[in-house]
């Protein structure tokens, strides 16, 4: 009885975690179609489908396990590995060589589902190991951001300079005809270098 009560208490928990990863930018949208309201969990890629896309991957081969988010129980591993994972990183790895400039498969069009899954899932036309996969997307967020925080050029204002071209041909003669007075010329340089700002 205990046990039972444990176990329905732990899947309550895991129902909020799960609830709280669907809200996440990137998980609110289908993985497969992007129908907003993901209603399943695809355990083989660790993402969030919905009802019709997770019925199409049972269809592929090998067929993806799917676990509907609030029918079923989660394991503490599961709960995990959907944290860990997520659509985002699943679109990483499946659609890495995907081109962008393409529109996404209609997801009313099941026949063209069906095929869109079966080249992404069976043939892997569009797949990069995960290493790479991330390796790229690290690499191009650093670049952003090395981008972003790079200094402007600051532009400083026009400093006073003194020149000393007018000053020594004034010095030299003035200690020249006054070799008594010594410190006649440090006072001249000192009151010639004052420069009111």
Not at 36 to 50: E, H, K, L, N
Not at 55 to 82: D, N, W
Not at 84 to 89: A, S, V
Not at 151 to 173: C, G, M, Y
């Amino acid at each position: 009885m205990a046990s039972a009560a444990a176990k329905k208490k732990q899947d309550e928990k895991n129902l909020v975690v799960l609830r709280e990863l669907v809200s996440r930018p990137h998980n609110k949208k289908c993985n497969e179609c992007q129908q907003r309201g993901p209603t399943y969990a695809d355990m083989t890629i660790s993402a969030f489908v919905c009802t019709t896309c997770s019925g199409l991957l049972r269809g592929i081969s090998p067929p993806h396990r799917v676990k509907s988010i609030s029918m079923t129980s989660f394991t503490q591993a599961e709960i995990q590995s959907l944290d860990q994972g997520g659509n985002e990183k699943a679109r990483q790895m499946w659609l890495a060589k995907w081109d962008s400039s393409k529109a996404d498969p209609d997801s009313k069009d099941e026949q063209a589902m069906r095929s869109y899954l079966s080249n992404k899932y069976e043939k892997r036309r569009w797949y990069e190991p995960p290493e790479k996969a991330l390796a790229k997307k690290a690499s191009s967020d650093s670049s952003t951001t090395a981008a972003a925080a790079a200094p402007e050029a600051k532009q400083f204002p026009p400093q006073h300079v003194v020149s000393t071209a007018f000053i020594r041909p004034l010095v030299w003669p003035f200690h020249h005809h006054h070799a008594h007075a010594p410190h006649s010329a440090p006072s001249l340089w000192r009151n010639l270098c004052t420069v009111k700002s």
